[in-house]
């Protein structure tokens, strides 16, 4: 794995070692599993490619692709389509002119994009309101109380994407 993201990152064994401080011959080591790392080495290598020691170590721990299966559910009159992860959910929507829905999903505490790709979307917030066209998009804090009306015959992507709990 060590090797894949060096090579990912188009560095070479020298350039690692001067990037990041961990000797070649570690990283020889640890690149042909005939070393575990420490902790400390772990968090220089990580930095050297920008990651956290967590994020390098969840690389190794886990699968880098995941597959996930569509499903189908309504809410009112928006129909949706939606693949789930564990940080992120994806809803393809469809909704009939003057259809709205308040809080579409159970939200934890995610971010929410919303892009229009055909029709328009009229956003209520607490204290704002947004008119989107096709094209357009917002992203706004998921734990708001929030209304969408379709505005028009409306096809769009809602995308809830799990915040870092990094405290």
């Known amino acids: 794995m060590l090797r894949h993201l060096r090579r990912q990152h188009d560095l070479t064994?020298?350039?690692?070692?001067?990037?990041?401080?961990?000797?070649?011959?570690v990283i020889s080591k640890l690149e042909r599993n005939q070393q575990?790392?420490?902790?400390?080495?772990?968090?220089?290598?990580?930095?050297?490619?920008?990651?956290?020691?967590?994020?390098?170590?969840?690389?190794?721990?886990?699968?880098l692709a995941h597959r996930a299966t569509e499903k189908s559910h309504r809410t009112g009159e928006f129909k949706f389509r939606e693949i789930r992860y564990s940080n992120a959910v994806a809803l393809l929507g469809e909704a009939p002119r003057d259809a709205a829905v308040?809080?579409?999903?159970?939200?934890?505490?995610?971010?929410?994009?919303c892009w229009v790709l055909q029709g328009a979307l009229r956003l209520r917030?607490?204290?704002?309101?947004?008119?989107?066209?096709?094209?357009?998009?917002?992203?706004?804090?998921?734990?708001q109380e929030h209304t969408y009306e379709a505005l028009d015959d409306t096809r769009f992507l809602i995308l809830h994407l799990r915040k870092d709990k990094r405290y």
Request: hydrophobic share 45%; glycine share 4%; charged share 20%.
């Open 13 to 25: 064994i020298a350039a690692l070692s001067e990037r990041s401080g961990v000797s070649v011959a």
């Open 36 to 63: 575990t790392a420490a902790l400390e080495t772990l968090y220089n290598l990580a930095r050297a490619f920008g990651l956290s020691a967590t994020d390098l170590l969840a690389m190794a721990e886990s699968s």
């Open 102 to 113: 308040s809080r579409p999903e159970v939200h934890h505490d995610d971010t929410e994009l």
């Open 125 to 143: 917030l607490p204290h704002e309101t947004f008119d989107l066209s096709a094209g357009q998009s917002i992203q706004f804090d998921a734990i």
